[in-house]
Every structure is written in C-alpha cells, then in structure tokens.
C-alpha cells in the first residue's frame, strides 16, 4: 500500500522518474520468474527439475538430515533386536551412545570408533551390517572391508591409495574411494587383528584427524560422518571370563578387557582411540532356536518363499539345537549349516510346485516342507517336496 502510495505521489511529482521505477520493478520481477527455470529450455534447467522433483528432494534430504541428527534410541535397539538375538544389553547401549554421539556431532573426528568382541559366531558381523541398514535405511551405507586380507605391512595401499609412479596409483584405495562416495556410513573392519599392525596405524589418522589423505593425489577424505566398527576373537576366551566375573560398571569392564587385548598385541595408541568396546554373549537355549528360526526364514527368501504363521514345527527347533549340542567354539554357523543341509531341496521342490508360504514338519527324522496356498485359513496343502 505504502509503495502505491510513494509511486502515485512521485508520479505526480516527476512522472519521467515513477515510470522508470515502475519499469525497472517489472523487469526485475520477470527476471526473478525466468531464473526459477520454469520458462528456461528444458535442456538448461537443473537436471532435477527436469526429470524429478527437486523441491521434494530437498526436503526429503532434509529430513533424513535431522532424522540421523536425532536418532530415537528405543526404536533404533527394537529393529535391530528383531534380527540379532541374544545380544540385547550391547544392543541397547550401542544404541544409547550412537544416540549421543550423533547429538554432539560436527566434532572432527567419526561419530563413534566401536569394537565388537567375543566367541566367534555369536553375531558381531551380522550386528554391524543390521546397525548399517536400520539406522540408515539403506544397505549402501555399509563399507566392508575383509581386514584377514590386509595382512602385510604393504597391503594398506589397497585401501589408502598408491603414491603416484607406484603400482595401482591410478586409482584411489578401497577405503577412500569408499568414503569419497558415500561418506556417512559404517565401515566394518572385520577381524581387524589379521590385518598388519602397520594397517592398524594408518588408521590412527582416521580417527584421530577426522579425515584420510589417498596417497595417489593428496586429497583429503572426510572421516567425520563415518562409524567405524572393528570386530575380532582375539583373547576371546579371556574377555569372555572377564565379562562373565565382572561386576563393577562398564567403564572398568572396557578398561579389563582393552588391557586383554593388549596382550593380544593390540597396539596402545589404537586401543586408547576406541570409544567403546561391547562384548558379545554366546547364544544358549531358545537363543539359538531364535536364530535357527531366523535362518530358516532367511533361506526360505532366497527361494521367494515365505515361511506361514507359526510354521516351524517345534521339533524341528529342537532337533537342531539339540544337534548341535554343547560345541559352541563354532557358534551357530554350524547351526546354519545344519539347517540349510536339511531344507534346500525342500525349498527348491516348494518353489518349483508355485509355493509362496510353506510350513516346517518334522516327520520321523526327515524335516518335510509342505506348501499353504491357503495361508490365511490355515488350510494346508502337501506339496511333493519332502527332504533328509
Ligand atoms: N546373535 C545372532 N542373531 C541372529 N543371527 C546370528 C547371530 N549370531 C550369528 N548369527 C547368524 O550366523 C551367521 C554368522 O555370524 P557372524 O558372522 O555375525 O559371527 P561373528 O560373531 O562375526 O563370528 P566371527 O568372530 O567368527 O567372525 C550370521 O550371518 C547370522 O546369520
Ligand atoms: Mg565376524
């Protein structure tokens, strides 16, 4: 109004200046409209805007942003609990830190250093690729690295680049190009104590500096968003009894079993940079019936199947477990292995017969599956598939 006002009055005034002002305004406010891009030739406009929406990209982004900025701990520790069992108290603590560590973000450094220990097969790789894909919904944001194949002390140019004039320096290493690319994600060093002690100390930069430097160009990788995640067995029968006797808080229980690993020729400058270490439980009773169930289930999607309401007959949970007795040195691997012996005939029979939901029957000592086109009524249908 106010500007309508001043406009009529000059044009009263100085008419020659209000038409300037009057023009000059229309220019701009067709030119603001053509930088938008709506009237730009497709070809020149924001490649988003052309062939997606980029309005609702930015706001989706956005919101994944603040999402990860605040992550619900509860809920984070529910969705993982339901794929690994038997781990429920390292669950919720590592859900508890991830919490504060992402809230106090923006710090050079990654957003947490964890080590995962404990007898083999008790779920410490499996832990840190469910994390992965819970916390970001998506199975990209997971860097594997085999650490057992980085063995020598020359190896740590596979994953930090080559200086230039060296073998493999036209491209960058494992690690980098990992992080370069996707740099929010957790990088799981697995069995990290295979990997040569010179390999550990390159990582000391990693998480000390908040980025690595690729050794064939110089640049600088940001380390700052990235979880790291070492898992490994060494001392893994000490560590077990110190967590079995220990009664004082977790800050003693980390220091007993960092001092464990030291003597398991862990260096100490890389055991004092890790923030936190979690013990793994070996699996027991309906434990590793839970994961024999959940193993079932795994191998039945592979085949497009799903497993009906209710549909692993009890014995065949106890028959496994019960098979595998107490030889927990191979933890529930060998579970695994029992189980995908007995049903992947089954299974492939299942899927041949145009199954979608089957059911788990142990007949005499053969596991039978039978298929349920009728899931929703429980009616139950034999298929001709039956498996030793
Ligand atoms: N706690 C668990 N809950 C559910 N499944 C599990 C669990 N532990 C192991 N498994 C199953 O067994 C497989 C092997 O476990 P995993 O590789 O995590 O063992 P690990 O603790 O890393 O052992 P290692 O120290 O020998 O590497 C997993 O892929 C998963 O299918
Ligand atoms: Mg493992």
Known sequence: ??????????????????????????????????YRGQYFPRVIMDV??????????????????????TINAED?????????????????QIAIQLRRRFAAQGRNRPIAVFCFTGAPGTGKTHLAKALAEELFEDRNHLHFFDMSQYGQAFSASGL??????????????????????????????DEFEKAHPEVHKRFLA???????????????????????????????????????????????????????????????EVLSRIDDVFI???????????????EIERLAA???????????????LVDTVEAL?????????????????????????????GARFIRLVKEQDRVKIVHDPLEASGHLKDSASTSS
Request: charged share 20%; glycine share 8%.
């Open 160 to 189: 930090f680049g080559s200086p230039k004039g060296y073998v493999g320096s036209q491209s960058y290493g494992a690690l980098t190009a990992a992080l370069r690319d996707m740099s929010n994600a957790i990088v799981l060093l």
């Open 302 to 316: 592979q085949y497009d199947l799903k497993i009906a309401e209710g549909g692993i007959d009890v014995a065949v």
């Open 206 to 268: 990693a998480w000390n500096d908040g980025f690595i430097t690729e050794a064939s160009d110089g640049a600088r990788v940001s380390t700052s968003q990235a979880i790291f995640i070492l898992t490994t067995n060494a001392a893994g029968r000490r560590i077990s009894e110190i967590a079995q006797n220990h009664k004082g808080d977790r800050a003693e229980l980390t220091q007993q079993v960092k001092s464990a690993m030291l003597d398991a020729q862990f260096a100490p």
């Open 76 to 92: 984070l520790a529910r969705r993982v609990k339901a794929r690994v069992v038997g781990q429920d108290e390292t669950i919720d």
């Open 1 to 34: 109004m106010g500007t309508v006002l001043f406009v009529v009055t000059l044009h009263q005034t100085a008419p020659l200046l209000a038409k300037v002002i009057v023009l000059s305004a229309c220019a701009l406010a067709v030119g603001q409209f053509l």
């Open 48 to 69: 988003l805007s052309r062939l997606s929406d980029k309005a609702g990209l930015e706001r989706a982004f956005e919101a994944r942003a603040k999402k990860l900025a």
């Open 325 to 353: 007795g107490d030889r927990v040195d191979g933890g529930v691997r060998d579970v695994a292995r029992a189980v995908e012996h007995q049903i992947t005939d089954g299974l492939l029979d299942a899927r041949g017969a």
């Open 280 to 294: 793994f439980n070996p699996l027991r009773g309906l434990d590793l019936a839970r994961v024999v169930a959940l």
